[in-house]
Nanobody
């Protein structure tokens, strides 16, 4: 089992920045690829970013590329999502997730999920 707890969400004006963090406990953190997803009201959960176990490979959704940066610290068992130039369309609940196989871009590929943190971007 892996327990994931997100933090860092909040209310920010358009153009602002936020940094989300996800703290992991349980099994060996470095054994898992990590991802961030988001879900807005009435919409499906969508892929935001993912990072490999070794930190060498990262993937981003086209909608956030150039604005969001995913990183991880295997010594501290954390994964972060730095978000800049935020837009109202980024408003959603953000979830971190852990995958034991590959670096999935679909929610079905992840084994463990956090409870989510709300990000609201006002115009």
């Amino acid at each position: 089992q892996v327990q994931l707890v997100e933090s860092g969400g909040g209310l920010v004006q358009a153009g602002g920045s936020l940094r989300l963090s996800c703290a992991a406990s349980g099994r060996t953190f470095s054994a898992y690829a990590m991802g961030w997803f988001r879900q807005a009201p009435g919409k499906e959960r969508e892929f935001v970013a993912a990072i490999s176990r070794s930190e060498l490979v990262t993937y981003y959704a086209d909608t956030v590329k150039g604005r969001f940066t995913i990183s991880r610290d295997n010594a501290k068992n954390t994964v972060s999502l730095q978000m800049i130039s935020l837009k109202p369309a980024d408003t959603a609940v953000y979830y971190c997730a852990a995958a034991s196989i590959a670096i999935p871009k679909r929610p079905e590929g992840y084994d463990y999920w956090g409870q989510g943190t709300q990000v609201t971007v006002s115009s």
